[in-house]
């Protein structure tokens, strides 16, 4: 990249260049493609990674600030898996002492070309093995992100979540397929789809997950978000939360859509999750609304838990303050792998408000009565009668 060494020192220059220019990067003799990345997102409208070019990241990428910025990914963007650096290196956030590799943000950007980005994670779940504390980078993280579109892109191998978008607003996924498979006994964990955090205004739609935690999570302040055209095998399905875990911090997740969205082998469908006993956060999940997910044996379809990791004493001696309220479940259908088919388990005092199940239809994979668990619930809606002892209006 000289002419990107060159530009950096004539500024005037950079800038009429920068608005229609296009590169394309091929693999640097230093092993590394992370500075050649980065300048290429700030000083060329289109980056071009040309299909049969593999680039290997191999020190953190920070590529925040861009602006109109294409990146045309035919190819593939991979990260080397040197746990140790990554260790001393990545970038680091408080929530959940998470890190990433990757920081991509600024205003009108694209990401497509049906091209891989590669976590090379089966290093990360071996090492998990040894070291359960391990911490493993995000793959890819849309921080300060502000219009932008991610398509027809395949994630593999990532050592944790595949996708966190944190503190964005108008962020689209589309046709994203991603695959985390392990070729030894240590399995893909905590290896979400998507996670959101304080964002507004994601959509994340048509896309094929295989992976090994949630298929899509909204973590504190998420709002206005829409999921739809799914396909989940192997998740933890599509979750709410966990929400109210960190002491004085208040969490919000309101005005969030999931639609057709097949969740398959999963250990959840749609779940809402918070913490409780002492110690903890609060906050306030409003209008959340699930509308025709399809289950195929998955051990608890329907899942409100406001006893999130708090044993049952420590829940009732405290129980949640992250308050549900306007909750829809609309035609869940399909099938549970065993009898108890939906949990709705609330704290009490009105902690949960006008929760409304309509068009269930669960039935255990090996047939039998289907059983239905709830707990402080005031219910709404026609499948009131499939939870006798809620509450009911
Ligand atoms: C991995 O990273 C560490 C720390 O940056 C470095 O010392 C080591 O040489 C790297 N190992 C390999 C195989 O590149
Ligand atoms: C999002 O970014 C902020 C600011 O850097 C940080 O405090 C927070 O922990 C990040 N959130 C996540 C989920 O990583
Ligand atoms: C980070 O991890 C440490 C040690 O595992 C733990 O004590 C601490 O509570 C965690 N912090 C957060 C913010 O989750
Ligand atoms: C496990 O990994 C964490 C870093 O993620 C590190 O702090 C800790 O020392 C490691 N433990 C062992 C026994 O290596
Ligand atoms: C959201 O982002 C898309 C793609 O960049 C853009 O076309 C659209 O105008 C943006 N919407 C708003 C409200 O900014
Ligand atoms: C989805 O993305 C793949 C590349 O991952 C591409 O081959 C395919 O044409 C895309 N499909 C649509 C409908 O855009
Ligand atoms: C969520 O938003 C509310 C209202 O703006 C704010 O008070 C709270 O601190 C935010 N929580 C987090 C986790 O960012
Ligand atoms: C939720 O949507 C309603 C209706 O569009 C809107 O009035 C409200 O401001 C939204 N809430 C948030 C937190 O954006
Ligand atoms: C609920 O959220 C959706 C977006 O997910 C929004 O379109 C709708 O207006 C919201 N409804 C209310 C009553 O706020
Ligand atoms: C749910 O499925 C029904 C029946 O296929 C369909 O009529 C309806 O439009 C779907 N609703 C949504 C929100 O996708």
Redesign the pocket.
């Known amino acids: 990249m000289i002419l990107a060494r060159l530009l950096a020192f004539v500024p005037l220059f950079t800038l009429s260049l920068a608005q229609n220019q296009g590169c394309t990067l091929t693999p640097s003799p230093t092993g590394d493609d992370a500075p050649q990345f980065r300048a290429a997102g700030h000083d060329c409208s289109v980056v071009t990674i040309s299909k049969g070019t593999t680039l290997n990241i191999a020190t953190k990428l920070d590529m925040t600030g861009l602006s109109n910025t294409h990146i045309n990914l035919q190819g593939t963007i991979r990260f080397n898996p040197n746990i140790t650096y990554w260790l001393a290196n990545s970038f680091q956030f408080?929530?959940?002492?998470q890190s990433t590799f990757w920081l991509l943000g600024g205003t009108n950007l694209v990401l497509n070309g049906g091209g891989t980005i590669d976590g090379a994670g089966q290093a990360w779940y071996d090492a998990l093995a040894r070291n359960s504390?391990l911490q493993r980078p995000i793959t890819m993280t849309i921080f300060q992100g502000q219009n932008v579109v991610v398509e027809n892109i395949k994630m593999i191998n990532g050592p944790n979540w595949f996708n966190l978008v944190n503190e964005s607003r108008n962020v689209t996924y589309r046709n994203i397929t991603i695959n985390a498979a392990s070729t030894s006994a240590n399995g893909p964990h905590n290896t979400d789809g998507w996670d959101t955090y304080r964002s507004d205004n994601v959509v994340i739609k048509d896309s094929v997950i295989n992976n090994g935690d949630d298929c899509v999570s909204f973590k504190p302040n998420t709002t206005n978000t829409i999921v739809s055209n799914l396909d989940c095998t192997g998740s933890h399905g599509i979750s709410v939360g966990s929400l109210g875990?960190?002491q004085d911090m208040f969490d919000i997740v309101e005005n969030v859509t999931v639609f057709n969205v097949k969740l398959t082998n999963a250990q959840n469908g749609a779940r809402i999750k918070a913490w409780a006993g002492a110690n903890v956060g609060s906050g306030i999940v409003k209008n959340i609304t699930y509308t025709n997910i399809t289950v195929n044996n998955v051990d608890n379809p329907v899942t409100i838990d406001q006893c999130y990791m708090t044993d049952q004493a420590a829940c009732s001696a405290n129980p949640s303050n992250t308050f549900l309220q306007d909750i829809f479940f609309n035609g869940i259908t399909g099938t549970g792998s065993g009898s108890t088919v939906a949990t709705l388990k609330c704290s009490p005092d009105g902690r949960c408000n006008n929760i409304n199940v309509n068009g269930l239809k669960l039935s255990p994979k090996n047939g039998g009565t289907p059983q239905f668990v709830c707990q402080n619930v005031v219910l709404n809606g026609n499948s009131a009668g499939l939870f006798p002892k809620c509450t009911t209006t």
């Open positions: 408080f929530f959940q002492n504390t875990q960190y």
